[in-house]
């Protein structure tokens, strides 16, 4: 299934703003665990790339995106980890 696929088949993409890296997974598992597979990570903090990578890696049943990118290097970035 592509991501669009995937984003279509989605009720709700939650926008979620992690302040510590150790949250991330935690969170993407109980979402997943309540039927929300999918979540854009916003760069609006200084671990968002991180947890991104924590996610993308250890949650491979939850889409993960990024949110707040505001240029390329963002970009490639976030791709870079997973989103």
């Known amino acids: 299934m592509t991501v669009m696929e995937r984003l279509a088949k989605s009720v709700v993409v939650p ?3 992690l302040e ?3 949250d991330a997974i935690p969170l993407a598992k109980a979402m997943a665990a309540g039927g929300v ?5 916003t760069f609006r903090t200084a671990c ?3 947890c ?3 996610v993308a890696e250890n949650c491979p049943d939850v889409l993960v995106g990024a949110g ?3 240029n ?3 970009c490639k970035l976030a791709v870079e980890m997973g989103a």
């Open 15 to 17: 926008v979620v703003v």
């Open 20 to 22: 510590k890296v150790e």
């Open 37 to 41: 597979d999918t979540m854009e990570i």
């Open 48 to 50: 968002a790339p991180e």
């Open 52 to 54: 991104i990578k924590a």
């Open 68 to 70: 707040t990118i505001v």
């Open 72 to 74: 390329l290097d963002q």
